[in-house]
Protein backbone atom coordinates (compact mmCIF):
# COMPACT_ATOMS: atom_id res chain seq x y z
CA UNK A 1 0.00 0.00 0.00
CA UNK A 2 0.92 3.55 -0.76
CA UNK A 3 -1.27 5.92 1.35
CA UNK A 4 -0.63 9.91 0.07
CA UNK A 5 -0.41 12.38 2.91
CA UNK A 6 0.03 15.91 3.29
CA UNK A 7 3.93 16.12 3.10
CA UNK A 8 4.50 12.11 3.35
CA UNK A 9 3.69 8.70 1.55
CA UNK A 10 3.37 5.85 4.10
CA UNK A 11 4.53 2.52 2.28
CA UNK A 12 3.17 -0.55 3.53
CA UNK A 13 3.86 -3.92 3.15
CA UNK A 14 1.87 -7.03 4.63
CA UNK A 15 0.88 -10.69 4.08
CA UNK A 16 -2.29 -9.83 4.91
CA UNK A 17 -5.05 -9.09 1.91
CA UNK A 18 -7.53 -6.00 2.05
CA UNK A 19 -10.27 -8.57 3.81
CA UNK A 20 -11.43 -8.24 7.77
CA UNK A 21 -10.35 -11.61 8.32
CA UNK A 22 -6.75 -11.14 7.76
CA UNK A 23 -6.65 -8.30 9.88
CA UNK A 24 -9.42 -9.21 12.89
CA UNK A 25 -8.52 -12.68 13.43
CA UNK A 26 -5.45 -14.42 11.62
CA UNK A 27 -2.11 -13.70 12.43
CA UNK A 28 -0.06 -11.72 9.73
CA UNK A 29 2.68 -8.95 9.59
CA UNK A 30 3.16 -5.53 8.96
CA UNK A 31 6.40 -3.01 7.98
CA UNK A 32 5.13 0.58 7.65
CA UNK A 33 7.90 3.23 6.64
CA UNK A 34 6.99 7.21 5.92
CA UNK A 35 8.78 9.29 3.49
CA UNK A 36 8.61 12.83 3.42
CA UNK A 37 7.22 14.24 0.23
CA UNK A 38 7.16 17.49 -1.49
CA UNK A 39 5.20 18.17 -4.66
CA UNK A 40 7.36 21.17 -5.19
CA UNK A 41 11.29 19.46 -5.11
CA UNK A 42 12.33 16.39 -7.48
CA UNK A 43 14.10 14.04 -5.27
CA UNK A 44 17.42 11.72 -6.05
CA UNK A 45 16.43 8.33 -7.52
CA UNK A 46 18.11 5.52 -5.41
CA UNK A 47 17.84 1.48 -5.97
CA UNK A 48 14.74 1.74 -3.51
CA UNK A 49 12.94 3.88 -5.30
CA UNK A 50 13.80 2.53 -8.76
CA UNK A 51 13.31 -0.65 -7.62
CA UNK A 52 9.36 0.44 -5.89
CA UNK A 53 8.94 2.06 -9.34
CA UNK A 54 9.61 -0.89 -11.54
CA UNK A 55 7.38 -2.86 -9.60
CA UNK A 56 4.67 -0.50 -9.49
CA UNK A 57 4.67 -0.58 -13.21
CA UNK A 58 4.74 -4.11 -13.35
CA UNK A 59 1.55 -3.99 -11.68
CA UNK A 60 -0.08 -1.93 -14.13
CA UNK A 61 -0.16 1.04 -12.05
CA UNK A 62 -0.80 3.95 -14.38
CA UNK A 63 2.55 6.29 -14.91
CA UNK A 64 0.74 9.38 -13.85
CA UNK A 65 0.79 7.38 -10.31
CA UNK A 66 4.53 6.47 -10.79
CA UNK A 67 5.70 9.55 -11.69
CA UNK A 68 4.58 10.68 -7.93
CA UNK A 69 7.53 8.87 -6.30
CA UNK A 70 10.30 11.56 -7.93
CA UNK A 71 8.50 13.94 -5.66
CA UNK A 72 9.55 11.66 -2.17
CA UNK A 73 12.36 11.52 -0.87
CA UNK A 74 12.95 7.50 0.02
CA UNK A 75 17.03 7.94 0.79
CA UNK A 76 15.77 6.95 4.27
CA UNK A 77 14.69 3.65 3.41
CA UNK A 78 15.14 0.84 5.95
CA UNK A 79 14.34 -2.14 3.78
CA UNK A 80 14.84 -3.94 0.13
CA UNK A 81 12.40 -4.32 -2.01
CA UNK A 82 12.20 -8.22 -3.54
CA UNK A 83 9.54 -8.69 -6.35
CA UNK A 84 8.27 -11.54 -8.60
CA UNK A 85 6.37 -10.92 -12.09
CA UNK A 86 5.41 -14.75 -13.64
CA UNK A 87 7.71 -15.90 -16.46
CA UNK A 88 6.65 -14.25 -20.01
CA UNK A 89 6.95 -10.55 -19.29
CA UNK A 90 9.29 -8.89 -21.39
CA UNK A 91 10.59 -7.13 -18.61
CA UNK A 92 10.89 -10.43 -16.65
CA UNK A 93 12.49 -12.57 -19.62
CA UNK A 94 15.11 -9.01 -19.87
CA UNK A 95 15.54 -8.71 -16.53
CA UNK A 96 15.65 -12.20 -14.60
CA UNK A 97 17.60 -11.54 -12.19
CA UNK A 98 15.54 -8.72 -10.99
CA UNK A 99 12.84 -11.51 -9.61
CA UNK A 100 11.95 -14.11 -6.96
CA UNK A 101 15.27 -15.86 -5.13
CA UNK A 102 17.55 -14.32 -7.86
CA UNK A 103 16.54 -10.52 -6.71
CA UNK A 104 16.80 -12.43 -3.16
CA UNK A 105 20.21 -13.34 -4.13
CA UNK A 106 21.58 -9.73 -5.34
CA UNK A 107 19.95 -8.26 -2.13
CA UNK A 108 21.75 -10.67 -0.04
CA UNK A 109 24.90 -10.24 -1.65
CA UNK A 110 24.52 -6.64 -1.88
CA UNK A 111 24.52 -6.94 2.36
CA UNK A 112 27.36 -8.64 2.60
CA UNK A 113 30.94 -6.99 3.59
CA UNK A 114 33.59 -6.70 0.68
CA UNK A 115 36.17 -9.18 3.02
CA UNK A 116 33.46 -11.77 3.60
CA UNK A 117 32.87 -12.29 -0.44
CA UNK A 118 33.37 -16.27 -0.69
CA UNK A 119 34.84 -18.11 -3.99
CA UNK A 120 32.83 -20.83 -5.06
CA UNK A 121 35.78 -23.49 -3.52
CA UNK A 122 35.53 -21.47 -0.28
CA UNK A 123 31.79 -21.54 0.63
CA UNK A 124 30.90 -22.77 3.69
CA UNK A 125 27.34 -23.32 4.20
CA UNK A 126 26.32 -21.15 7.18
CA UNK A 127 22.36 -19.62 6.94
CA UNK A 128 19.94 -21.29 9.28
CA UNK A 129 16.26 -20.72 7.36
CA UNK A 130 13.40 -20.35 9.23
CA UNK A 131 10.29 -20.35 6.86
CA UNK A 132 6.85 -19.84 7.44
CA UNK A 133 3.92 -19.19 5.12
CA UNK A 134 -0.05 -20.33 4.33
CA UNK A 135 0.43 -22.21 1.39
CA UNK A 136 2.76 -25.39 0.86
CA UNK A 137 4.31 -25.63 -2.50
CA UNK A 138 5.91 -28.88 -4.56
CA UNK A 139 9.30 -28.74 -2.73
CA UNK A 140 11.99 -30.73 -3.26
CA UNK A 141 15.77 -30.92 -2.57
CA UNK A 142 17.46 -29.48 -5.55
CA UNK A 143 14.70 -26.29 -4.71
CA UNK A 144 15.90 -26.37 -1.62
CA UNK A 145 19.32 -26.12 -2.46
CA UNK A 146 18.82 -22.98 -4.61
CA UNK A 147 17.17 -21.29 -2.08
CA UNK A 148 19.41 -21.97 0.08
CA UNK A 149 22.44 -20.61 -1.75
CA UNK A 150 20.07 -17.34 -2.87
CA UNK A 151 20.47 -17.12 1.05
CA UNK A 152 24.21 -17.14 0.88
CA UNK A 153 23.93 -14.29 -1.80
CA UNK A 154 24.61 -17.00 -4.52
CA UNK A 155 22.65 -16.75 -7.86
CA UNK A 156 22.27 -20.40 -8.43
CA UNK A 157 21.30 -20.32 -11.70
CA UNK A 158 25.29 -19.63 -12.66
CA UNK A 159 26.39 -22.63 -11.38
CA UNK A 160 26.10 -26.62 -12.28
CA UNK A 161 24.08 -28.31 -10.24
CA UNK A 162 26.83 -30.94 -9.66
CA UNK A 163 28.93 -28.35 -7.98
CA UNK A 164 26.57 -27.17 -5.22
CA UNK A 165 25.13 -30.46 -4.75
CA UNK A 166 28.84 -31.57 -3.61
CA UNK A 167 29.51 -28.49 -1.52
CA UNK A 168 25.70 -28.24 -0.03
CA UNK A 169 25.00 -32.20 0.55
CA UNK A 170 21.00 -33.13 1.42
CA UNK A 171 21.95 -32.96 4.87
CA UNK A 172 23.66 -29.40 5.29
CA UNK A 173 20.57 -27.81 4.02
CA UNK A 174 19.26 -25.58 7.24
CA UNK A 175 15.63 -25.02 6.12
CA UNK A 176 12.62 -25.32 8.81
CA UNK A 177 9.04 -24.96 6.81
CA UNK A 178 7.05 -24.21 9.25
CA UNK A 179 3.44 -24.84 8.31
CA UNK A 180 0.21 -25.74 10.51
CA UNK A 181 -0.89 -29.72 11.49
CA UNK A 182 -4.49 -30.51 11.09
CA UNK A 183 -4.69 -30.84 14.83
CA UNK A 184 -3.76 -27.11 14.85
CA UNK A 185 -6.73 -25.82 12.66
CA UNK A 186 -9.20 -28.63 14.06
CA UNK A 187 -8.60 -26.60 17.07
CA UNK A 188 -8.91 -22.79 15.46
CA UNK A 189 -10.73 -20.52 18.29
CA UNK A 190 -13.06 -18.91 16.04
CA UNK A 191 -16.28 -19.13 14.75
CA UNK A 192 -15.15 -19.01 11.31
CA UNK A 193 -13.62 -21.70 8.45
CA UNK A 194 -9.98 -21.11 9.32
CA UNK A 195 -8.63 -23.77 7.06
CA UNK A 196 -9.88 -21.67 3.88
CA UNK A 197 -6.80 -19.06 4.64
CA UNK A 198 -4.14 -21.49 4.28
CA UNK A 199 -3.46 -24.03 1.15
CA UNK A 200 -1.57 -27.46 0.78
CA UNK A 201 -2.77 -30.33 -1.18
CA UNK A 202 -2.21 -34.08 0.20
CA UNK A 203 -0.07 -35.36 -3.10
CA UNK A 204 2.05 -32.75 -2.74
CA UNK A 205 3.25 -33.25 0.82
CA UNK A 206 3.00 -37.19 0.38
CA UNK A 207 5.10 -36.72 -2.88
CA UNK A 208 8.34 -38.72 -3.07
CA UNK A 209 10.59 -36.14 -3.78
CA UNK A 210 8.88 -33.60 -0.96
CA UNK A 211 11.55 -33.26 1.90
CA UNK A 212 9.39 -34.34 4.90
CA UNK A 213 12.32 -33.86 7.17
CA UNK A 214 12.21 -30.12 6.94
CA UNK A 215 8.13 -29.77 8.16
CA UNK A 216 8.01 -28.10 11.28
CA UNK A 217 5.02 -26.62 13.67
CA UNK A 218 4.33 -22.86 13.62
CA UNK A 219 3.62 -21.81 16.71
CA UNK A 220 0.85 -19.06 16.62
CA UNK A 221 1.46 -16.06 19.11
CA UNK A 222 -1.80 -16.33 20.28
CA UNK A 223 -2.64 -20.16 20.90
CA UNK A 224 -5.31 -21.82 18.69
CA UNK A 225 -5.39 -18.94 15.36
CA UNK A 226 -4.26 -19.27 12.14
CA UNK A 227 -0.43 -18.03 11.07
CA UNK A 228 -1.34 -16.01 7.33
CA UNK A 229 2.04 -14.57 7.52
CA UNK A 230 4.66 -14.98 4.86
CA UNK A 231 8.17 -14.72 6.29
CA UNK A 232 11.92 -15.96 6.13
CA UNK A 233 13.75 -15.29 9.45
CA UNK A 234 17.22 -16.31 8.75
CA UNK A 235 20.37 -16.50 10.92
CA UNK A 236 24.09 -16.42 9.52
CA UNK A 237 27.58 -16.61 10.68
CA UNK A 238 28.91 -18.92 13.42
CA UNK A 239 27.74 -17.81 16.21
CA UNK A 240 24.09 -17.77 14.49
CA UNK A 241 23.26 -13.85 16.47
CA UNK A 242 22.73 -11.97 13.16
CA UNK A 243 20.92 -12.28 9.85
CA UNK A 244 17.82 -11.09 7.89
CA UNK A 245 14.23 -11.23 8.01
CA UNK A 246 11.84 -11.43 4.67
CA UNK A 247 8.61 -10.38 4.84
CA UNK A 248 5.77 -10.06 2.19
CA UNK A 249 3.28 -11.86 0.38
CA UNK A 250 6.06 -14.71 -1.06
CA UNK A 251 4.93 -17.92 0.53
CA UNK A 252 8.05 -20.49 0.89
CA UNK A 253 7.20 -22.21 -2.91
CA UNK A 254 8.58 -21.85 -6.34
CA UNK A 255 5.68 -20.90 -7.76
CA UNK A 256 6.04 -17.44 -5.45
CA UNK A 257 10.28 -17.98 -5.76
CA UNK A 258 10.62 -19.12 -9.01
CA UNK A 259 12.20 -22.39 -10.10
CA UNK A 260 15.53 -22.97 -11.99
CA UNK A 261 14.92 -25.72 -15.07
CA UNK A 262 17.15 -26.83 -17.41
CA UNK A 263 16.44 -25.70 -20.85
CA UNK A 264 19.20 -24.15 -23.04
CA UNK A 265 20.92 -23.27 -19.69
CA UNK A 266 19.23 -22.63 -16.43
CA UNK A 267 16.03 -20.36 -16.73
CA UNK A 268 13.79 -19.14 -13.90
CA UNK A 269 10.24 -20.14 -13.92
CA UNK A 270 7.99 -18.20 -11.61
CA UNK A 271 3.63 -18.70 -11.60
CA UNK A 272 2.55 -15.38 -9.49
CA UNK A 273 3.06 -11.63 -9.00
CA UNK A 274 4.52 -11.29 -5.48
CA UNK A 275 5.61 -8.05 -3.54
CA UNK A 276 7.87 -8.16 -0.26
CA UNK A 277 11.45 -6.91 1.66
CA UNK A 278 13.72 -8.27 3.37
CA UNK A 279 15.45 -6.56 6.39
CA UNK A 280 19.07 -6.56 7.30
CA UNK A 281 21.03 -6.45 10.67
CA UNK A 282 18.53 -8.65 12.97
CA UNK A 283 20.23 -9.45 15.87
CA UNK A 284 19.10 -13.19 17.50
CA UNK A 285 19.35 -14.31 21.34
CA UNK A 286 19.03 -17.95 21.98
CA UNK A 287 17.03 -18.80 24.87
CA UNK A 288 18.25 -20.88 28.07
CA UNK A 289 16.52 -23.53 29.90
CA UNK A 290 17.39 -24.39 33.55
CA UNK A 291 20.21 -25.91 32.82
CA UNK A 292 21.72 -23.40 30.32
CA UNK A 293 21.18 -25.42 27.29
CA UNK A 294 19.38 -23.67 24.40
CA UNK A 295 16.03 -25.08 24.04
CA UNK A 296 15.38 -24.02 20.23
CA UNK A 297 13.48 -20.57 21.17
CA UNK A 298 15.49 -17.60 20.30
CA UNK A 299 14.26 -13.54 20.79
CA UNK A 300 14.42 -11.53 17.73
CA UNK A 301 14.99 -7.50 17.29
CA UNK A 302 15.87 -5.27 14.63
CA UNK A 303 17.41 -1.80 14.98
CA UNK A 304 17.65 -2.54 19.01
CA UNK A 305 14.10 -2.94 19.19
CA UNK A 306 12.60 -6.23 20.00
CA UNK A 307 10.24 -7.69 16.70
CA UNK A 308 6.88 -8.39 17.25
CA UNK A 309 6.45 -11.49 15.26
CA UNK A 310 2.89 -13.86 14.89
CA UNK A 311 4.31 -16.99 15.62
CA UNK A 312 6.61 -18.10 18.79
CA UNK A 313 10.15 -18.16 16.82
CA UNK A 314 10.41 -22.18 18.38
CA UNK A 315 11.83 -24.98 16.26
CA UNK A 316 9.31 -27.80 16.36
CA UNK A 317 9.92 -30.88 14.06
CA UNK A 318 6.63 -32.37 12.98
CA UNK A 319 5.98 -35.45 15.56
CA UNK A 320 5.57 -38.88 13.79
CA UNK A 321 1.72 -38.71 13.50
CA UNK A 322 1.36 -34.87 12.47
CA UNK A 323 0.29 -34.26 8.91
CA UNK A 324 -0.14 -30.59 7.71
CA UNK A 325 -3.62 -29.52 6.99
CA UNK A 326 -5.00 -30.53 3.61
CA UNK A 327 -7.04 -28.40 1.66
CA UNK A 328 -8.27 -29.91 -1.75
CA UNK A 329 -10.14 -25.68 -2.63
CA UNK A 330 -8.03 -23.38 -3.91
CA UNK A 331 -8.76 -19.87 -1.20
CA UNK A 332 -11.93 -17.97 -2.10
Not at 20 to 34: A, G, R
Not at 135 to 158: E, F, K, Q, T, V
Not at 257 to 268: A, Q
Amino acid sequence: MLLFFPGFVRFVVCSANLAEDDWSVLQNIVFVQDFMRDPSLVFPANEFSMTLAYALHDLSVPFEIIGWMNNVDFSTATAQIVTSVPTGGQRMNMNMAEYGMERLAVVIKNTKKPNTTLLDYEFTPDARMYCVGSSLGPLDHRWLRDIYLCAHGINPRHHRDTLWKNAVPDNFIDIAVAFHTQEQVDKCRYDIDCSQYIYARPETFNAREFPQSHMFRVQPHFSRTIVHAKIILTRVGEDQTCGWMYLGSHNFTPGAWGRLRVKSGEEIYVNNYEFGIVLNDMIFVDQLDQNGNKDCRASVSWRGEPLVLPFKYVWQPFERDDVSYFNTNQCK
